[in-house]
């Protein structure tokens, strides 16, 4: 990677991160940055950021120029991956891979990793937070589930691990007994053990663990006096 402090494009720094005093920019320049401001406000509090209309993307940002120098690399790497980062959160390990497939050597990918970091592009504990709320407590998965989309995500896995221990037990009992009760009605009319085997497998596949499994079964079907 070229020295970044040269060859990155400031339009690409993010609205907190652009150097200078707001008293010296022009009427148009501080317009944009206010406009991205509001873009990247939910971004800044932890919240999800708010997705970009590809329109506003510009048509080079994801073609290779040619006879580059590397400055003009640079450029067009950073304005790739931050357009990719506008339009939703990444992790570190997804934006390692943008970088590889640019061509950029190991030196060079930890470079860049390390200013995305530091300029608040990319926070693993962060996303996991996100992804945690996003997937439990919205959409009612299971911790195992949320811990797989995790690890598929490449989301460091210390920060994954916190971030899904983090998780309400209370709110994931809840939300297995609640989706328990809406797929039971579909077992009416089968015997007991059909009964507790389907629906055992389709609390299982929300990624609930076995024991919130056999609580919520339980709840649903009533003890088994066999």
């Not at 707001?22 to 950021?49: L, T």
């Not at 609640?178 to 507790?196: I, K, P, S």
Request: a neutral charge.
């Amino acid at each position: 990677m070229s020295d970044a402090s040269e060859h990155l494009a400031p339009v690409s720094y993010l609205p907190w991160a652009t150097p200078g005093d707001r008293g010296s920019e022009s009427p148009a320049r501080r317009r944009d940055r206010d406009r991205d401001r509001d873009r990247f406000g939910a971004a800044r509090s932890g919240g999800s950021p708010r997705p970009v209309p590809l329109s506003t993307v510009r048509a080079d940002e994801a073609v290779e120029g040619h006879d580059e120098t590397g400055a003009e690399r640079d450029a067009r790497i950073d304005r790739l991956v931050v357009s990719r980062l506008r339009r939703s959160a990444l992790s570190v390990a997804e934006v390692r891979a943008v970088l590889t497939e640019h061509g950029l050597d190991e030196a060079e990918i930890e470079e860049w990793i390390e200013r995305y970091e530091r300029l608040g592009y990319l926070d693993d504990a962060r996303l996991a937070e996100q992804l945690v709320y996003v997937n439990g407590a919205r959409r009612g998965r299971g911790s195992v589930a949320i811990l797989h989309e995790l690890t598929r995500r490449g989301v460091d896995a210390a920060a994954a691990r916190a971030a899904v221990d983090e998780l309400d037990p209370d709110i994931e009992r809840r939300n297995a007994l609640a989706a328990a009760e809406r797929r039971v009605r579909q077992l009416a009319g089968l015997d007991r053990q059909t009964a507790e085997r389907r629906l055992s497998a389709f609390l299982q596949r929300r990624g609930y663990s076995s024991g919130v499994v056999r609580e919520a079964v339980r709840a649903v079907l009533g003890a088994d006096d066999s």
